[in-house]
DNA sequence: TCCAGGATGTTCT
DNA sequence: GAACATCCTGGAC
C-alpha cells in the first residue's frame, strides 16, 4: 500500500470522488494511529456549483479550492470539521468530501475522542469521522501525497457495488447525482 | 464588536 | 422526521 501520486487528485471531482471509494485514510497522530476505509463521498464543483464554496468569491477560507490537487480542505460547518481533498490542477476549483468512514484500526482511540461505544456511531458522518480520526484545522493544507501523518492509501477493497444519489445538506444542487457511497455498506451516513 | 448562517449531530416524537 | 444545540467565520456595523 502506498500514497496515491498527485495525478490520482488532479482529474474530475466526481471521477476522483467515486474512484476514492474503498481506499483507506491513515492519521498517524502522538496519541495513536487511525484507520478507516472510505465508504461515502461528495463531489463539489467550482463555478456554476451553486453548491460549492468555490462558486462565491475566492476567500482565505475557501481559496485552496483553487490550488492543486491531494491536499486537504478544512473548514468547519454547525461547529463540526469537515474534511475534503483538493482535486483537479491548480487554478481549476474542486474538492472531494469525504463523508463516511469504516472503522479499520485505532478503534479504541475513536471511541475516547468520540466518547461513544458504538462503533456504528464512530464515522458514520462528516463530522463524526473528524472527531474520531482527530482531523482539525491544523491539518488544513497538509499534502497528502507526502505527508506521513496524514494520507490516503490505494488498497484492494474492489468486492462492492456504488451507489449515488444527490448531495446531502445542500440548499441548491446540481441535476447530476454527486454523492458516491458503497451500497449496502453500514457506515454510510444516511 | 456583533451577529447570521452553515456541505451537522443528537435527541426527541 | 423534526426540533434544537453547537461555535467559528467574515462581513456588517
Known amino acids: 500500500m502506498k500514497p496515491f501520486p498527485r495525478s490520482f487528485y488532479e482529474r474530475d471531482p466526481a471521477k476522483v470522488a467515486r474512484e476514492l471509494l474503498g481506499k ?4 498517524r497522530s502522538p496519541e495513536g494511529t487511525t484507520i478507516g476505509k472510505i465508504v461515502e463521498t461528495e463531489a463539489y464543483f467550482g463555478r456554476g456549483d451553486p453548491a460549492s464554496r468555490a462558486s462565491r468569491k475566492r ?8 490550488w492543486r490537487g491531494g491536499l486537504a480542505f478544512i473548514y468547519m460547518v454547525h461547529a463540526k470539521w469537515m474534511f475534503n481533498v483538493t482535486v483537479e490542477r491548480e ?12 472503522p479499520l484500526d485505532g ?3 475513536m471511541k475516547s475522542r468520540r466518547g461513544v461505544e458504538d462503533k456504528k456511531l464512530l464515522t458514520s ?6 472527531q474520531a480520526m ?3 484545522y491544523d491539518h488544513h493544507k497538509m499534502d497528502l501525497t507526502r505527508s506521513r501523518v496524514l494520507t490516503v492509501l490505494d488498497d484492494t477493497f474492489t468486492n462492492f457495488k ?6 446531502i445538506g445542500v440548499s441548491a444542487d446540481l441535476k447530476r447525482k454527486l454523492r458516491f457511497f458503497i451500497r449496502g455498506n453500514p457506515f454510510v451516513s444516511k
Open 107 to 109: 478503534i479504541e482511540l
Open 91 to 102: 487554478g481549476t476549483p474542486g474538492a472531494v468530501l469525504i463523508r463516511a468512514l469504516e
Open 134 to 136: 482527530g482531523i482539525t
Open 59 to 66: 476567500t482565505k477560507l475557501n481559496e485552496l479550492m483553487w
Open 24 to 27: 483507506v485514510l491513515v492519521h
Open 125 to 130: 458522518g462528516p463530522g463524526r469521522l473528524t
Open 162 to 167: 456504488i451507489a449515488r444519489s444527490h448531495r
